[in-house]
């Protein structure tokens, strides 16, 4: 990996359209590590590109969804580089036992022609429950971490469009209990966690984990062109079993790429010479 100055996006000017805090989370460590500034706009209403509460749902996928943001940030700012981020939410990919945060963080450069995309995933803050009474909601919200995650309460069932998004204290919490309640046929209410960013700290800290991944990968230039964003793209399976021989689906050998001038480079991975025979499909079917 080429290292060079931080000096490429100095004194850039770096749209952000958000409407949920996350120029304030990312701003510190971009600026400070890229020398960029953060140019943050709400000139559009990004719940029109889908919800958490399932009132509009995100069409395409969640990079489609980040690139659109970045696009819409760029055309009202007038920046020609542009930041977006996105969240998702679902089972965790090992087991499917605990609620998974996965978020991206988009860089596009116009004038360069490049987009470089920091990644991250955690288990997440994102728990729902239909709750009948005081009792039943205050063993939610602890279990929510509430306050500090805020909650979300509506009447009767998960897709009752009558909400209350954004509840922060034990206040306002009971007063939206009684008057969801009050409005719930059955008496039920639904309660969940609010994933908005500046709702969940537990999803700005993955955020902050891809903005992480994000400048590092801008801080790698292509030893070529000199573009930022020169980064493993492909990792090459068969390294040897240390038993039998065999190769293993472990990588062996790595691609690094850059994105603009195509640039490519095949390096050894020197981490071990040997797979473990526990990875191994022969030793261990």
């Not at 429950?129 to 279990?143: D, G, I, P, S, Y």
């Not at 009971?174 to 500046?198: I, T, W, Y």
Request: proline fraction near 6%.
């Amino acid at each position: 990996m080429s290292t060079a100055p931080p000096l490429f996006y100095q004194g850039h000017q770096v749209a952000i359209l958000t409407q949920h805090g996350k120029q304030d989370l990312v701003r510190e460590p971009l600026e400070a590590a890229l020398g960029c500034q953060l140019v943050h706009t709400d000139g559009y209403d990004t719940d029109q590109l889908g919800t958490f509460t399932r009132e509009l749902t995100r069409a395409g996928s969640q990079l489609d969804a980040a690139r659109k943001k970045a696009s819409i940030g760029m055309a009202l700012t007038g920046a020609s580089v542009g930041l977006a981020s996105e969240g998702s939410f679902g089972p965790d990919p090992f087991g499917a036992f605990m609620p998974w945060n996965t978020e991206v963080v988009l860089w596009v450069d116009r004038l360069s022609g490049i987009e470089v995309t920091g990644f991250a995933h955690g288990p997440a803050q994102s728990l729902h429950r239909m709750v009948t009474n005081l009792q039943e909601l205050e063993r939610f919200a602890a279990e929510a971490g509430f306050p500090e995650h805020h909650l979300v309460l509506r009447p009767e069932h998960a897709e009752h469009p009558d909400m209350d998004k954004g509840i922060r204290d034990r206040e306002t919490l009971l007063k939206a209990f009684h008057l969801a309640q009050a409005k719930s046929a059955n008496g039920v209410v639904f309660v969940e966690n609010d994933l908005r960013a500046f709702c969940n700290p537990t999803r700005q800290k993955t955020i902050l984990k891809a903005t992480g991944d994000l400048i590092q990968k801008l801080l790698s230039m292509c030893p070529s062109c000199d573009t930022p964003g020169y980064w493993l793209s492909q990792q090459i399976p068969g390294l040897p079993c240390r038993d039998c021989g065999s190769l293993t689906r472990l990588p062996k050998a790595e691609i690094w790429g850059c994105k603009k001038c195509g640039h490519e480079e095949h390096r050894a991975v020197h981490t071990q010479l040997w797979a473990d025979p526990a990875r191994c499909d022969f030793c261990n079917p």
